[in-house]
């Protein structure tokens, strides 16, 4: 339940408190980021304290402001970069919204600040995540019916339709929630239409859907 709460509370937030991050909350996204790379193997990292990737044309055409703190995500080129980064950057948003934060994923409004983080050999910078104190707390968007998001074979289960009612929620580029998932013989699988960061919107999904269920989905 309080996993649901975060999803339905946390909305995109451009517009940021001159605050810094408080040393707990500091402290607790570390510790989180930290147990993230050592499962997946990404490069993830907290940036603090930075406000040149947040000061430039295209973040100002994006609406940004007051924006110093983000994380960066980072790891290994490679087809499952997208998805990834997806999945382990929404864990982290759906942290930071339980401890009082607000957030924003960016994909292109950004500068990129590279003295800011370190990218390894063979590695690249996928996407980032602002985040501090908002000075709203952003508003709700329209999202697709739970039927249009997915093809289940037979009666759709409850666990199924609670996964889906999460996966409903989770943020997607521009609102274009192209992911289906399909429940077959007891097996979930999760798919996306080729679109605009379309493979980040999955990781992000999948992981909505596999917080609520405690079900992992296979990719198709």
């Not at 590279?114 to 999202?143: D, F, M, P, R, W």
């Not at 339709?161 to 289906?180: H, I, S, V, Y």
């Not at 097996?187 to 999948?206: C, H, M, P, Q, W």
Request: charged share 25%; aromatic share 10%.
């Amino acid at each position: 339940m309080e996993m649901m709460e975060n999803m339905r509370a946390r909305h995109s937030v451009r517009q940021y408190q001159d605050r810094p991050l408080e040393a707990s909350v500091k402290k607790s996204l570390e510790q989180e980021i930290a147990a993230c790379n050592r499962e997946s193997g990404l490069h993830i990292q907290l940036v603090t304290g930075e406000p040149k990737a947040f000061d430039g044309f295209m973040a100002h055409y994006g609406k940004f402001s007051g924006v110093t703190d983000y994380i960066a995500l980072i790891g290994k080129k490679g087809a499952d970069l997208d998805e990834q980064c997806g999945y382990y950057g929404e864990r982290l948003v759906l942290l930071a919204q339980k401890l009082g934060l607000n957030t924003c994923w960016v994909a292109m409004t950004f500068s990129k600040t590279k003295s800011a983080y370190e990218i390894g050999a063979g590695e690249k910078l996928c996407c980032v995540i602002a985040l501090g104190y908002g000075k709203t707390q952003g508003n709700g968007h329209k999202v697709k019916s739970v039927e249009e998001l997915c093809s289940v074979q037979g009666e759709m289960p409850k666990w199924f339709r609670e996964g889906m009612e999460a996966a409903q929620l989770a943020p997607t580029a521009m609102n274009q929630q192209k992911f289906c998932f399909a429940l077959k013989d007891g097996r979930v699988t999760v798919t996306t239409k080729r679109g605009f960061y379309a493979k980040v919107d999955l990781g992000i999904a999948r992981y909505h859907f596999e917080a609520v269920t405690g079900r992992e989905t296979f990719r198709g």
